[in-house]
C-alpha cells in the first residue's frame, strides 16, 4: 500500500470544489486517510516548491499557493502516487485528459486546482511537511 499527498489548491478552495474533488478521489478507488485545512506561509511554499526555484513562473507559483486555505490530504492505495497523478491530469489543463480533476476543476496552468506527489521519496518528504509530530506546517484554520 503506497501513500501520496494530494493538496487541494487555493482556486478550487475558493471555487468551492473540495468536496466534488474528493468524490473523484474516492470513486478512483484511493483513501483519503488523513485531512486539513491550512494556509502556506512563504517560506513553507518556497520550500516546499524548491525544485522549481529557477523557473521563471516561481515567485507567481508561491504567490499563488499562499493566495488562500488549501486542503492538504494524504491519499492511501495500490500505486497511490501514480494513480493519483492519472487522476489529477496533465499540469495543464488545456492538455488535461476527460474526467481529470484539472480537466474539470482547473482555471489555469497556474491555477491548475490540485497537487500531487511525483515519487515514493517526494511523497514522504511531503507528507512529513504535514503530518508529522515535528511537522513543518501545523497552522490550521
Ligand atoms: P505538477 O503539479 O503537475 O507536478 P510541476 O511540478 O511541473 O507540475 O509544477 C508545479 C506547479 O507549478 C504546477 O502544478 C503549476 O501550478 C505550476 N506551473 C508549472 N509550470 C508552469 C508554467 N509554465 N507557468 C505557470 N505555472 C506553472
Ligand atoms: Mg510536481
Given at each position: 500500500m503506497e501513500t501520496t499527498l494530494c493538496i487541494i489548491k487555493p482556486d478550487a478552495v475558493k471555487n468551492g470544489f473540495e468536496d466534488k474533488i474528493n468524490e473523484k478521489i474516492i470513486s478512483s478507488g484511493?483513501?483519503?486517510i488523513k485531512s486539513k485545512k491550512t494556509f502556506l506561509t512563504e517560506e513553507i511554499a518556497r520550500d516546499f516548491y524548491k525544485e522549481h526555484?529557477?523557473?521563471?513562473f516561481f515567485n507567481e507559483l508561491v504567490e499563488f499557493i499562499i493566495s488562500g486555505e488549501v486542503v492538504v490530504q494524504v491519499l492511501e492505495g495500490d500505486n497511490a502516487i501514480k494513480s493519483y497523478r492519472s487522476l489529477m491530469g496533465a499540469t495543464n489543463p488545456d492538455e488535461a485528459e476527460e474526467g481529470t480533476l484539472r480537466k474539470l476543476f482547473a482555471e489555469s496552468l497556474s491555477k491548475n486546482a490540485v497537487h500531487g506527489s511525483d515519487s515514493i521519496d517526494n511523497a514522504k518528504i511531503e507528507i512529513d511537511y504535514f503530518?508529522?509530530?515535528?511537522?513543518i506546517c501545523s497552522r490550521t484554520r
Open positions: 484511493l483513501k483519503i526555484a529557477s523557473k521563471p503530518f508529522q509530530e515535528n511537522e
